[in-house]
């Protein structure tokens, strides 16, 4: 079978096939008509909308490589010209035009007539935003926006020495996973120490941060932020109640889990006392997995570990390649962490991460290839919000391929024994991170509902918050002050709030469909892929059951999730 060609960008119907974003006087104009023309029929409003996704399509675009030229070079002052312009001049006016069109939509005397098939999560989208605009909260969106940009800017700078080599703390993490137990300790000092130097500033930033997002709440009409952003975030599907209902049941059913795996590490490693340095090191005292030796190889290998699960698969990930889509490589000055970002003009996304050789690394990339593959399969939607997917989904596209392309990792792992200590691995993370998925988010539901808390309340509640959460078998003792402030490792609570609870319930989902593709790989497969292919023109709920699984995260649910992974587990640590 062929890979895919580079496909051309879509074709323009509204806008000059030449136009790029620039200046706000060349972009006006385009708004101007969409306000202004007059609509007569079913037929001219569709044109309409398809005119507006046009422009919003070639505006994200642009904005997206502006935060993607940033994204790779904190030291690029004209590219953070360029994306300091977009945040503060061009999108401010942009939010006011978008609000204009809005109310333009749904006072149209032909919206009834749309396709509700084809609209009902656009006009649904609509009629929020309407409901949640203020002009006043446009400034302050965009004060928000450039604040917490610092958080990035710091952490892509903060370095340590290790063994005369100045390193990221995201390279540094790696070496956790080490045999050499005293140097792992000496490897987390360094690590928190750095972190703990900046204990102040991003304390300060996070007050600065609070206090602006609870304004905005309350202009809205909210008596605080985490109400605010919940409907922002478009959450439909759940509440407030069933996120604390997702918190109890990790607690009740995830937790005496993680707490056999940590029994299992400390007494295979032969510790008396299991310290945070010991949790990534391979309990059989194993040398740490090395997928891979550098990025040409990482995407080699995960262009035929995918294409085994579905030829398209890989062909995506060599097509990002071919176009220059992917930076993958760990340096100084990169934002710290990974993302894909779509690309809705152009139709192929492009991909971010900081790799350092590790497992993780192997696990990021399947991640946003996930992510890219699911962003491929949607790329000929023009509605804009189709496109738009919310977190519940696009997190359990990428999360499921973590999983899905597991049985194909023979790719990077030839001996056995590697391949088996690197799917033990992965399921122990998959188990592990959902009790820090709750704990981040069921500290920001308090940060949010208390503004006027002060930085030792929070510290107070932080470290209770952990604890509720923490495996007892891991010994902290004498670490408090690292403890104090852990939270402002997670990049999540700076710039993208409450976005964090989407991973647990995808992992979840993740999970289920995975345990289908393990009983019936055809069908759970072909079912996985249409699901994906609906983007956002369904609720998440039906999204969901078209992949095969439910939307669901009760402690009944959880429970036979959590069987199936540790029935897996099982299975690997006998063989």
């Known amino acids: 079978m062929e890979t895919l060609s580079i496909p051309r960008p879509r074709k323009r119907a509204f806008l000059p096939e030449e136009f790029k974003v620039t200046v706000w006087s060349k972009l006006k104009p385009y708004f101007n008509d969409l306000i202004n023309r007059e609509i007569d029929s079913t037929a001219a409003l569709e044109r309409w909308l398809l005119d507006w996704s046009e422009l919003d399509a070639v505006i994200a675009e642009s904005f997206s490589w502006r935060y993607i030229k940033v994204s790779v070079n904190s030291a690029d002052q004209k590219a953070a010209e360029l994306y300091q312009y977009a945040v503060q ?15 333009k939509l749904v006072s149209s005397p032909y919206l009834d007539s749309l396709n509700p098939e084809k609209y009902f999560t656009h006009i649904r989208g609509v009629k929020n935003a309407l409901h949640l605009f203020r002009q006043e909260n446009v400034e302050l969106s965009t004060e928000v926006q450039m604040k917490s940009k610092a958080y990035v800017k710091l952490f892509s700078e903060m ?9 990221t703390l995201n390279r540094a993490s790696s070496l956790l996973e080490e045999c050499d137990r005293s140097h792992r300790e000496v490897v987390y000092h360094k690590i928190h120490q750095k972190l703990i130097g900046h204990t102040d500033e991003l304390d300060d930033l996070f007050d600065e941060l609070l206090q602006f997002r609870h304004q905005i709440a309350l202009n809205a009409g909210f008596d ?13 599907d759940y509440t407030v109640q069933d996120c604390f209902d997702f918190h109890e049941s990790i607690k009740r059913e995830i937790l005496p889990v993680v707490d056999s795996l940590n029994e299992y590490r400390k007494t295979a490693l032969g510790l008396d006392t299991l310290r945070p340095w010991d949790l990534h090191v391979d309990p059989i005292g194993g040398v740490p997995l090395k997928p891979f030796h550098d990025v040409d190889e990482l995407v080699d290998k995960s262009a035929v570990c995918l294409s085994k699960l579905n030829p398209l698969f890989g062909d995506v990930v060599e097509l990002m390649r071919e176009m220059g889509h992917l930076d993958l490589e760990a340096r100084p000055g990169k934002k710290p962490g990974g993302y894909n970002m779509p690309l809705l003009m152009t139709g192929v996304p492009f991909v971010f991460m900081n790799a350092s050789q590790s497992l993780s690394d192997l696990r990021t990339f399947m991640h946003e290839s996930g992510h890219a593959i699911h962003s491929y399969l ?7 919000t189709v496109k738009r997917v919310p977190s519940e989904v696009s997190e359990l596209a ?9 049985g ?14 690197a799917k033990f691995y992965q399921l122990e993370y998959v188990l592990k991170v959902l009790p820090w998925i709750a704990i981040i988010d069921k500290f920001q539901h308090w940060l949010y509902t208390h503004p006027g808390h002060s930085k030792e309340e929070r510290k107070v509640e932080w470290k209770r918050i952990f604890r509720e959460f923490n495996s007892g078998l891991v010994d902290h003792s004498g670490l408090d002050h690292y403890l104090d402030h852990l939270w402002h490792k997670q990049l999540h609570i700076f710039e993208v709030p409450f976005y964090y609870i989407e991973y647990g319930l995808a992992q979840l989902g993740a999970i ?5 593709f393990m009983q019936h790989p055809e069908q759970a497969m072909a079912d996985y892929i249409a699901a994906l292919q609906l983007g956002y023109s369904k609720p998440i709920k039906e999204i969901y059951a078209r992949a095969g699984i439910a939307f669901d995260f009760s402690p009944t649910y959880v429970s036979d999730i959590v069987s199936f992974v540790k029935g897996e587990l099982q299975q690997l640590i006998e063989k």
């Open 89 to 103: 001049e061009l999108a401010p006016k942009i939010d006011g035009f978008e609000d204009q069109l809005n109310h």
């Open 159 to 167: 370095t340590i020495g290790v063994n005369g080599n100045q390193m």
């Open 224 to 236: 605080n932020y985490r109400d605010y952003k919940f409907q922002s975030l478009g959450r439909f």
């Open 378 to 384: 949607i790329r000929d939607y023009k509605i804009r």
């Open 398 to 406: 990428a999360m499921s391929m973590e999983l899905l392309s597991m």
């Open 408 to 421: 194909q990792w023979d790719v990077f792992f030839p001996k056995e024994e590697d391949l088996k200590r």
């Open 512 to 516: 289920a469909i995975w345990k289908r």
